[in-house]
């Protein structure tokens, strides 16, 4: 690996340069200076610049600004074993991930200023940028709101109590109406408790064969329902995490049809795997359940879904009614997973595999690669507000964070070599198309693949 800690200019040349925030798609060179974009342009010199300067032969790779994730779980403070701030920072910079958002189920929860703080602080100098998210109720426990002015003032970005939905209507009435005022979205997790008791999957024929208690699409489209609702009758701004059925994105496209607040992402998962992965044979309908069936690394909330969820969520990206990708990377130490499906944790380590499993949608020809680069960065930035947009262009006098990316380098996934404490992930072994070749943050490389920067240098 070269130099991951050179401060000095960087000159990014000939790459395919996509900056959906300024409408850009082509060949441009991109200077870096000082932890700023200096310039971009059809052709910058390198004989212009000083001997400290390195210059990065981009030709045949992508560079676009780096992604912004605003759903991650970090795990710290209180469950260090499953993941830290540094270890899931990391993995973010090697998934092409500039900017990051921690969900508040931590222990204790970011429920006060002293916990955004010790985030803060936890994250100086990481290899992404790290926000906090705080809680809705305190605790999480939906009970009473947390003081939502403090968390603001402490820096948080967002509010969500997820790992659990926000139960009390008339809470999530209250946050959507304070939502107005503080300017920032709640993201809640959609999901009615009392329609899946027991649930581990997704309710439909892979369940039935395999014997498990099944999450009806009804379990997250009621909430959905209730939430558009609330936010119709407050005016607040709702954020829908984690969308996974064909039901949930018809009613975001309705309410966004009738002028109202409301935002929604989808995780990479929910684009490419279905709930026949669950049977052991990778996603093949046609592998009876054998011996590596009831892998609980498919145990996911929401559950992977029908073929028929997955290509509505794949079109409601495409088309817009899915403002952003985020990955909800939800990292488990082993022995969550080694127990029955019933026992099992939910959740997949995310941050590392995402680039190349939202690449499949771009193989198949469902979305473009200009739209999933938007999605993955003026998405998100538009979706946070509170000066993410920054973060999420390539415009000179922003924070030099960027992305280069090959679009097409096969990779074969090996949760061994994860920087993420977690190494609970399905495609454990498949091979994926699309692979991060280096990641900038402030000017400063802080990951670099060199079988995918396969170039080097030239200077």
């Known amino acids: 690996m070269a130099d991951a800690h050179h401060n000095g200019p960087i000159l990014i040349a000939g790459g395919r340069v996509i900056d959906p925030a300024n409408g850009r798609d082509g060949a441009f060179d991109v200077l870096i200076a000082d932890g700023l974009v200096k310039a971009v342009d059809r052709s910058i010199p390198a004989d212009g610049l000083d001997q400290t300067a390195r210059v990065i032969d981009a030709s ?41 958002c921690a969900m508040p189920n931590t222990d204790p929860a970011i429920d006060n200023a002293a916990v955004v703080d010790y985030i803060a602080n936890r ?5 992404a940028r790290v926000r906090a998210i705080g809680c809705v109720t305190k605790g999480r426990k939906g009970r009473e709101l947390a003081d939502m002015e403090e968390l603001i003032t402490a820096g948080v970005v967002a509010f969500s109590d997820d790992g659990d939905p926000v139960y009390d209507a008339g809470l999530m ?28 999957m997704s309710e439909g024929w892979v369940s039935s064969r395999l014997g498990l208690a099944g999450i009806p699409a009804v379990a997250e489209e009621a909430m ?97 009614t899915i403002d952003c990708v985020a990955t909800d990377h939800a990292p488990h130490e082993r022995v ?42 003026t998405g998100p930035a538009r979706v946070m507000g509170n000066g993410f947009a920054q973060y999420a262009s390539l415009t000179p006098g922003t924070p030099a964070d960027l992305v280069l990316f090959d679009p097409d380098a096969g990779w074969t996934v090996d949760v061994n070599k994860f920087a993420s404490m977690g190494r609970n992930t399905p495609l ?16 400063r490389i802080v990951f670099e693949e060199p079988t995918v920067l396969n170039k080097g240098d030239v200077a």
């Not at 992402?265 to 992965?277: D, G, K, Q, R």
Request: one cysteine or more; glycine letters at 12%; proline letters at 5%.
């Open 123 to 127: 994250a100086a100098g990481a290899p």
């Open 428 to 443: 454990d072994g498949v091979t994926l198309r699309g692979r991060v070749g280096a990641t900038v943050v402030g000017g």
């Open 336 to 377: 969550s997973k080694e127990c029955t499906y019933h026992e099992a944790a939910f959740g997949i380590s995310v941050l590392e595999t995402a680039l190349g499993t939202l690449m499949s949608t771009v193989h198949s020809g469902s979305i473009s690669l200009p739209t999933l680069v938007e999605r993955l960065t």
């Open 60 to 100: 045949g790779l992508v560079v676009s600004p780096g992604f912004i994730d605003i759903h991650v779980h970090l795990r710290e403070p209180g469950y260090e074993y499953k993941e830290t701030i540094a270890t899931g920072a990391e993995a973010a910079a090697r998934g092409g991930f500039t900017t990051i």
């Open 173 to 200: 009435r209250l946050a959507l109406t304070y939502s107005r005022d503080l300017g920032v979205p709640i993201s809640n997790h959609c999901e009615d408790h009392e329609l899946c008791p027991g649930g581990v």
């Open 224 to 320: 959905v329902a209730r939430d558009i609702s609330l936010t119709e009758l407050t005016g607040g701004r709702l954020h829908l995490a984690h969308l996974s059925t064909a039901g949930s994105v018809a009613m975001v496209r309705q309410a966004k049809e009738r002028g109202i607040a409301v935002t929604a992402e989808v995780c990479p998962h929910h684009l490419m795997l279905t709930e026949a992965w669950a049977l052991g044979g990778k996603g093949d309908p046609n592998v009876a359940a054998g011996p590596m069936a009831y892998d609980t690394h498919t145990k996911v909330y929401p559950p992977l879904r029908s073929n028929a969820d997955v290509a509505a969520c794949v079109a409601g990206l495409a088309d817009g």
